[in-house]
Nanobody, 123 residues
Framework: QVQLAESGGGLVQAGGSLRLSCAVSISMHSANSMAWYRQASTKQRELVAVIVSGGTTNYADSVRGRFTMTINNAKNTLSLQMNSLKPEDTAVYYC?????????????????WGQGTQVTVFS
């Protein structure tokens, strides 16, 4: 069973930094993509950053230039370095693994999520 576990959230003053980590129970080579999402209270979950199987990393406009997503395949971890944090970055952050599996019925898609880690930025 695929399991993901985030860590590294916390309380930080605006302008500060945090680094989130996500431990993955399987090799990420099997993933179609790895991503970080966030969900603020009363809002829908939104994509923060994603690395697709070709290695391209894409960021939401709101975090581009401030956040950096990296993958360590040897340790089966992904990280999100968050700099110049703003109060509007406050949310629960989730890591996600998207997997495409070929079956005799075609391709099936699976999404796996961690439990989330709270990031709170105060001004």
């Amino acid at each position: 069973q695929v399991q993901l576990a985030e860590s590294g959230g916390g309380l930080v003053q605006a302008g500060g930094s945090l680094r989130l980590s996500c431990a993955v129970s399987i090799s990420m080579h099997s993933a179609n993509s790895m991503a970080w999402y966030r969900q603020a209270s009363t809002k829908q979950r939104e994509l923060v950053a994603v690395i697709v199987s070709g290695g391209t990393t894409n960021y939401a406009d709101s975090v581009r230039g401030r956040f950096t997503m990296t993958i360590n395949n040897a340790k089966n971890t992904l990280s999100l370095q968050m700099n110049s944090l703003k109060p509007e970055d406050t949310a629960v952050y989730y890591c996600n693994l998207n997997q495409l599996v070929a079956t005799r019925n075609g391709v099936e898609e699976y999404d796996y999520w961690g439990q989330g880690t709270q990031v709170t930025v105060f001004s």
